[in-house]
């Protein structure tokens, strides 16, 4: 049987019901954990994601919430909570992403990045938090992005709230320490099955490649099962992209 580092574990994943926050879910379940499946409107992906769990012999739970609401946030972990006893990992995945010419931001087009991708990260840690210091330990891992790091001008919703992402996981670690420990996870281009390439961020990119989903979730079940004397910090998954 393969170690299973996790076992007994709960583990939260917002947006988990396709592409990066898919690949986290599986790759804790395997570890051992009972996942909890977030999804807002992939009804059809969050189930789909929960029966391989279930095939890879864990428990799964998909719970539909729109986590940029904090009322929502707080009934996603009470759900998982309830179901399985306590929350031990939280991975903060949900988040969107798209180009805006910056003379054409709106209000709305502002209100919905920061709401979706920072705001929904600290409430959804709030709510796991106040349960996991109930339980003396936790593990929180928020998906941040290098677009957090570098300055992309048809992207300025998008790095603003990545930005914000690093600078709440910071705060986090120092405010939920010693029993918690918090890090985000920033990924450079990840490619799909189907999409085509990025030819230019491979030819930059000192690996000489874009990562891949499970890039991101093996680094995320690292945070969760061999950083015990880490917090704070900002894993940056780009195949080098950033030392450009």
């Not at 574990?9 to 917002?14: A, D, E, K, Y």
């Not at 909570?81 to 991975?91: H, P, Q, S, T, Y």
């Not at 969107?96 to 600290?122: C, G, M, S, V």
């Amino acid at each position: 049987m393969a170690e299973q580092p996790l076992q007994g574990q709960v583990g939260v994943v917002t947006g988990g019901a396709r592409r990066i926050g898919r690949a986290i879910a599986l790759r804790l379940a395997e570890a051992g954990a009972r996942v909890v499946v977030n999804y807002n409107t992939s009804e059809a992906e969050a189930q789909a994601t929960v029966e391989e769990i279930e095939r890879r012999g864990s428990q799964g739970l998909m719970v539909q919430a729109d986590v940029s609401r904090p009322a929502e946030a707080e009934r996603l972990i009470a759900a998982a909570a309830e179901r399985f006893g306590g929350v031990d990992i939280l991975v903060n995945n949900a988040g969107i992403y798209a180009p805006y010419d910056w003379d054409k931001i709106t209000e709305a087009d502002w209100d919905r990045f920061l709401d979706t991708n920072l705001k929904a990260q600290f409430f959804c840690a709030q709510a796991a938090a106040r349960r996991m210091k109930a339980r003396g330990r936790g593990t929180i891992v928020n998906l941040a992005s290098i677009g957090g790091l570098r300055p992309w001008p048809s992207y300025i919703p998008y790095c603003v709230s990545k930005a914000g992402v690093i600078m709440l996981t910071r705060c986090l670690a120092r405010a939920l320490g010693p029993g918690i420990r918090v890090n985000a996870v920033a990924p450079g281009a990840i490619q799909f099955p189907g999409e085509e390439p990025d030819q230019s961020y491979i030819r930059k990119a000192p690996l000489q490649r874009t990562g891949t989903a499970d890039d991101i979730a093996r680094t995320v079940l690292f945070l969760c099962t061999q950083a015990e004397f880490i917090t704070g910090q900002v894993f940056v998954v780009d195949g080098g992209f950033t030392l450009t």
